[in-house]
């Protein structure tokens, strides 16, 4: 845990406990908001994977983004959690750097 904690720049137990609650929160709601969202639009066990995977991509990373976000903010984090973001969407969309 010391590791993380230096890794994240934390200094509490407290702290860490309450990143890590937001966490666990952030990955149910978009488990249940995926779920909403394929419902409505009509996805089920017989739809196509090939149609699913690319759906879940384009709907899922933004969403857990955004509840991720919105959580940490309820929960007084929005600082670490935005700071988290860009370092998490800067290794996604590699940028390449100019000569």
Known sequence: MNKLKEKWGIKS?????LIFL???LTGSL????????FNLIG???DTSLLFIIPLY???IIP???AL???VGTIFGQYRFFLAFEKKSLGRIFIR???I
Do not use: D, Q
């Open 68 to 70: 991720l976000l919105f």
């Open 30 to 37: 978009s488990v249940y908001v995926k779920a909403l969202i």
């Open 96 to 98: 390449k750097k100019s």
């Open 13 to 17: 137990n407290r702290h860490l406990a």
């Open 63 to 65: 969403i857990y983004y």
């Open 22 to 24: 937001v966490f666990s």
């Open 43 to 45: 996805v089920g066990i």
């Open 57 to 59: 991509i384009i709907t």
